[in-house]
Every structure is written in structure tokens, then in C-alpha cells.
């Protein structure tokens, strides 16, 4: 009974191999140096239902850790002995890219936790928008308003 299905396995396994790697649609010398979400800049504008709820999603999933403020002097990073840098600093986010921030809120970063699955991409995108805010004293305005 074993063997014919160690025999099918075998095939299947050594089949894999023999498919060939489909080629790369962009030679290397073209591609980009950064993956494509990396350099994307924030595809959602803000609104005010997006900003409610970026606040209400910073306060559970963030604030803890980084402050209401973005500051980073919280008990919590105090505890775990986090090297925070300071968000309500302008300095701190002004080189980093929009989707250099989305991904390290999707996927986290050493001991920070990445919302993962928890959050859809456009809440995501908000998050973006709020923690650039917090430099600038709060949530962005939404043009208009
Ligand atoms: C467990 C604590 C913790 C939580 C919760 C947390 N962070 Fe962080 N965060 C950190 C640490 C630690 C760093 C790394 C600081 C560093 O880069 O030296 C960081 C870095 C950052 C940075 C700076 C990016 C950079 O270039 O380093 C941003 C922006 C940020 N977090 C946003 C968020 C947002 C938004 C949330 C909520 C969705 C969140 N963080 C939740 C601990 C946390």
C-alpha cells in the first residue's frame, strides 16, 4: 500500500522539477530596485469616515505602544525596552516612502506586530495617512473641510 504511493509522490516531486521556471516578465538591469508596493504612493484620500476610523483603529492596535501622540514614551514600550522613534517628529517618517509604511503596518517590523488580515488595504492606507498626521499635530483634514 505504501509503496505505490511513495511511487506517486516520487513522480509528482521529480514531475515539479521538470517543469521549467517560467522567465521573468522584467529582466533584472529593468526592474525596479524596490518591490512595487515599496515606492506606491497612498491610493486613498482622505475623508473623514476614513479618519474616524483610523483613529478608533490606532487607538486599539498602536497606541499602546507608540502614544496618542506618536511620541513613543509609553509604558507598554517602556516595559518591553522598544526603541521607538518618535512619530510626532516630522524628521522621523520624511524619508520614508507611503508604501514603505503600509507594508510595515501590514507586516510589522522586529517587535512590532503587523495588522496582517485584520485590516483591509484601505484602512491600511488610512493608518498611513494618520501616522503621517501625527506629525503635524493630528488626523489630516480632508481637502474641503
Ligand atoms: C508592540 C508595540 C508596537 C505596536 C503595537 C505598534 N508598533 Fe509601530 N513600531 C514599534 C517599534 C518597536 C518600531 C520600530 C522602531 C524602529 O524602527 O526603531 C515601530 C515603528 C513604527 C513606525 C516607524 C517606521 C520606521 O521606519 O521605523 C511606524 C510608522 C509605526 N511603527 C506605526 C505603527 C502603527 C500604525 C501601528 C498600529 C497599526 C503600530 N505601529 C503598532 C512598536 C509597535
Same mark, same amino acid.
Given at each position: 500500500?505504501?509503496?505505490?504511493?511513495?511511487?506517486?509522490?516520487?513522480?509528482?516531486?521529480?514531475?515539479?522539477?521538470?517543469?521549467?521556471?517560467?522567465?521573468?516578465?522584467?529582466?533584472?538591469?529593468?526592474?525596479?530596485?524596490?518591490?512595487?508596493?515599496?515606492?506606491?504612493?497612498?491610493?486613498?484620500?482622505?475623508?473623514?469616515?476614513?479618519?474616524?476610523?483610523?483613529?478608533?483603529?490606532?487607538?486599539?492596535?498602536?497606541?499602546?505602544?507608540?502614544?496618542?501622540?506618536?511620541?513613543? +514614551?509609553?509604558?507598554?514600550? +517602556?516595559?518591553?525596552?522598544?526603541?521607538?522613534?518618535?512619530?510626532?517628529?516630522?524628521?522621523?517618517?520624511?524619508?520614508?516612502?507611503?508604501?514603505?509604511?503600509?507594508?510595515?503596518? +501590514?507586516?510589522?517590523?522586529? +517587535?512590532?506586530?503587523?495588522?496582517?488580515?485584520?485590516?483591509?488595504?484601505?484602512?491600511?492606507?488610512?493608518?498611513?495617512?494618520?501616522?503621517?498626521?501625527?506629525?503635524?499635530?493630528?488626523?489630516?483634514?480632508?481637502?474641503?473641510?
Amino acid at each position: 500500500m505504501l509503496k505505490p504511493l511513495l511511487l506517486l509522490s516520487t513522480l509528482i516531486l521529480s514531475g515539479f522539477g521538470l517543469i521549467p521556471k517560467p522567465s521573468p516578465a522584467v529582466l533584472p538591469q529593468d526592474a525596479a530596485p524596490v518591490p512595487a508596493a515599496t515606492t506606491k504612493a497612498n491610493p486613498v484620500k482622505v475623508t473623514p469616515e476614513g479618519m474616524a476610523r483610523a483613529k478608533k483603529q490606532y487607538g486599539y492596535d498602536c497606541e499602546m505602544c507608540h502614544g496618542a501622540t506618536g511620541d513613543g +514614551k509609553t509604558d507598554l514600550a +517602556k516595559d518591553m525596552k522598544l526603541a521607538m522613534l518618535d512619530l510626532s517628529d516630522p524628521k522621523t517618517l520624511a524619508d520614508v516612502s507611503d508604501g514603505t509604511i503600509f507594508d510595515l503596518i +501590514k507586516n510589522g517590523k522586529d +517587535k512590532m506586530p503587523g495588522e496582517g488580515d485584520r485590516a483591509k488595504p484601505d484602512e491600511i492606507w488610512n493608518l498611513v495617512h494618520y501616522v503621517r498626521g501625527l506629525s503635524k499635530g493630528g488626523a489630516p483634514v480632508a481637502p474641503g473641510k
